[in-house]
């Protein structure tokens, strides 16, 4: 395995867990997702193989142009990325070129990390109705100083906030601008988060049988390394939920 170097606007998008790393990888594999391969001046396609979690290995798809495959396996830095959708990207120091039974293929060795980013305009995911994930809200005021705790149902989440539903009346707190200290939210089989949320939209919903509902929805405010995180594996798990059920289909 080997480290990589990140810019730092990219900081907060890295995945470190190793499993997770590889279940990235796996799921390209699976997919048979394109990836850009750039060296130097160079630039071509390729995809993902196998990943052998043994020997701490990806396998990858090796050109036609045996030219261009000396210049990859001499290069000393080489970056990997998937740029349309959900953005995935890492590099590697170390090529290889290895014999499977199909014939030739690029040896790397496993990334200890990568980056994902997943832009929230792309990608806002559904959260599930069945087993509905509550999302905690502390609240006082002048008027009512003991404090009290909003729950809300989540209806979508994405890497930049949530979607919540409240019922009519809304509580008078719910206003657009208005911050919110330590609210939970506990992600089904990911862990609970602790986040300052700020409502950015409220909009109104009339259900089929006439009941009113409010759709908010709320920004994360400069989340910590360890919440971001918390919010990468469950977006990520319900992408991989997703895909599953298309799958079929």
Known sequence: MEHAAHNPDEEQFIVRNLKEIIQ???DLSKHHEMLKVSFNHDVCLTNIISVDV??????LDIGLDDAFNS???ASH???????????IKWTSTS???ATLKDGKAIKIALPQTLMRLQRREFFRLATPIVNPVPCL???S???NPVDRTLELTLVDVSLGGIGVISADPLDSRLVIGASFNQCKISFPEVGETSLTLQVRNITKVTLKDGVIKHRIGLQYIEPS??????????????????MAVASKM
């Open 77 to 87: 830095q080489v970056v990997f990325s998937k740029d349309d959708g959900i953005r």
């Open 24 to 26: 990235i990888l796996t």
């Open 141 to 143: 005021d002048e008027a």
């Open 71 to 73: 210049r990859l396996l």
């Open 95 to 97: 090529i290889s070129l």
């Open 54 to 59: 043994k020997n701490h290995s990806v396998y």
């Open 137 to 139: 809200i502390p609240v």
């Open 225 to 242: 390394r360890g919440n971001e995180g918390l919010i990468n594996r469950y977006t990520y798990n319900l992408e991989r939920q997703v």
